[in-house]
């Protein structure tokens, strides 16, 4: 047990965006606090394709890093896994999803994950006045179109003679990662894709130049504090909930660290 939580907290100080760990995601996007970064995700996504941007949202599903590091929160238990749910000013609820691999079949699940949140905004025998907007975002890192060449596409309901949409409560973004070309010039949302991607940030510095370097710095630092056995094996000796204690400040200085990173690299709107 000691152990483990040890390796998987050595495996996290990697400093790049780690798209594959469900605990990095979940906490990036579902952690209260970092409303910013999920608010500046999305708009960058809403930029992308001149659709509105919100100006505040607030965090439906927080992430309890202490429950998961405690083993009482796990991805298996947790249906929603890699997926963030947030609503916004106007009372707009977003989705976030990301996943790392799949098929066609994903299109459905999507559909499937965007009809519980529109249905659950209405309680039984409530007016379906009550019902807004929801929009999912999916962060992929495989290819869903294939005879889609654009690596950011968007689908609503419309009419097809006359291309009318029906209604906005429906929208469903799909992000593709392999279609994305590193020169691509939308720079809000093209910043973001080369987080998700792990981008080199000194790569970002010299491009952006709104990273501040003491902040790099930072990451830099962090990334170079490798938990030797020496280190691991004198923790063995600590109780349960000491480690668990040390584990938890641990992990939050290097998140933090890095959140401090995206903050200055995507400024807000």
């Known amino acids: 047990m000691q152990i483990n939580l040890f390796r998987h907290c050595e495996t996290l100080l990697i400093l790049k965006p780690a798209f594959g760990d469900d605990c990095f995601i979940r906490y990036l996007f579902s952690d209260e606090g970092n409303e ?25 599903n927080p992430f309890n890093l202490t429950k998961y590091l405690d083993g009482k929160e796990s991805i298996v238990d947790v249906p929603k896994g890699r997926r963030a749910k947030c609503i916004t000013e106007d009372n707009q609820t977003v989705i976030i999803e990301i996943q790392l691999q799949g098929n066609q079949y994903f299109i459905r699940r999507s559909l499937y994950y965007w009809a519980n949140s529109y249905s659950s905004l209405l309680n039984k025998s409530e007016n379906y006045t009550r019902l807004s907007p929801v929009i999912s975002i999916n962060v992929l890192d495989f290819v869903l179109f294939n005879d889609i060449k654009d690596f950011h596409s968007c689908y609503l309901l419309k009419e097809i003679k006359h291309n009318k949409i029906l209604t906005d409560h429906c929208m469903l973004h799909y992000i593709e990662l392999p279609k994305f070309n590193l020169n691509n010039d939308k720079e809000k949302l093209s910043s973001w894709i ?47 909930d000491e480690i668990k204690k040390t584990l938890i400040s641990f992990f939050k200085l290097y998140i933090n660290s890095f959140i401090i990173i995206v903050k200055n690299n995507f400024k807000k709107y």
Do not use: P
Not at 209 to 233: C, E
């Open 194 to 240: 080369k987080f998700f991607k792990g981008e080199n940030m000194s790569n970002l510095i010299k491009e952006n130049n709104i990273f501040k370097k003491r902040d790099y710095d930072i990451a830099k630092n962090l990334k170079q504090m490798n938990i030797d056995n020496t280190s691991i094996s004198k923790a063995i000796g600590l109780s349960i």
């Open 36 to 60: 910013n970064i999920v608010l500046d995700f999305i708009n960058g996504v809403m930029i992308d394709l001149n659709f509105q941007t919100f100006n505040n949202v607030v965090i439906l």
